[in-house]
């Protein structure tokens, strides 16, 4: 072929039309390539972080479906409590009082999260009994966003213990509560700072004779009305 024919081909619709295919066909496998690779490192990643979760909370039951209050007890008025979107609710105002677990519980590792509103206050209780204040039969791990004392600011076990570190105590933010209560030793942490670290209550006057088996509860919003607390991601690992 001379080279007038040639051009002439090389400049034909036909061969622009086969040309702009190839290329669109080539830039279609790489996008598809690189689609599926990185398809496959999400897909490896999120395995992986499965993985670990599994293994981190391995031996925790859910204690609050995430539905309803299902295994729990309304130990006030049942419209201060409400359920939505996996997390428990409190209005300040609407006399909730405290929900109450079911069962009762010996030595156990417990994690909640929760979330207060900008100076409110609650509380999660541990081996509390059924029947007088849970914070005086048992234990209030103390949720305050106002300044309070050692005593009685968020992660103490309010007028029994003071914290030893000081934890986040930030309104309208996620936190997370780890207790653990073996034997009559109980350490509490808030957000992976220890605030009480293992406090036996057998040495001390005002709490050795607490129960080492009882139940567990979560406190309304004990505040002024406008005050909200939530909970969510409630789960329990016993003790053997």
Not at 161 to 170: A, F, L
Not at 177 to 188: H, K, L, Q
Request: charge should be neutral; hydrophobic fraction near 35%.
């Amino acid at each position: 072929m001379n080279l007038r024919v040639r051009l002439a081909c090389d400049h034909s619709p036909n061969f622009s039309c086969n040309l702009n295919w190839k290329l669109t066909m080539q830039r279609v496998i790489c996008i598809s390539t690189l689609v599926l690779c990185l398809v496959g490192n999400f897909a490896l990643a999120a395995d992986d972080a499965k993985k670990t979760d599994s293994k981190k909370e391995e031996g925790f039951v859910p204690l609050f479906n995430g539905k309803d209050l299902s295994g729990w007890k309304v130990k006030g008025k049942e419209a201060g409590w409400k359920v939505k979107d996996g997390v428990i609710h409190s209005d300040a105002g609407k006399e909730g009082h405290w929900l109450l677990s079911e069962k009762q519980f010996g030595d156990y590792i417990l994690k909640v999260e929760w979330k207060v509103s900008e100076g409110g206050n609650s509380g999660v209780f541990i081996r509390c009994t059924e029947e007088g204040n849970p914070w005086v039969t048992g234990y209030e791990i103390q949720i305050s966003n106002p300044k309070q004392d050692e005593s009685h600011c968020t992660g103490s076990l309010y007028s029994f213990v003071p914290v030893k570190n000081r934890p986040d105590e930030s309104a309208d933010k996620w936190h997370t509560f780890e207790i653990e209560c073996r034997g009559s030793v109980i350490t509490v942490k808030s957000d992976d700072v220890v605030c009480i670290d293992k406090f036996d209550q057998s040495t001390d006057e005002k709490t050795k004779t607490k129960p080492l088996k009882a139940h567990i509860g979560l406190q309304d919003a004990h505040a002024a009305a406008g005050n909200t607390i939530e909970y969510r991601n409630i789960r329990i690992k016993e003790l053997k």
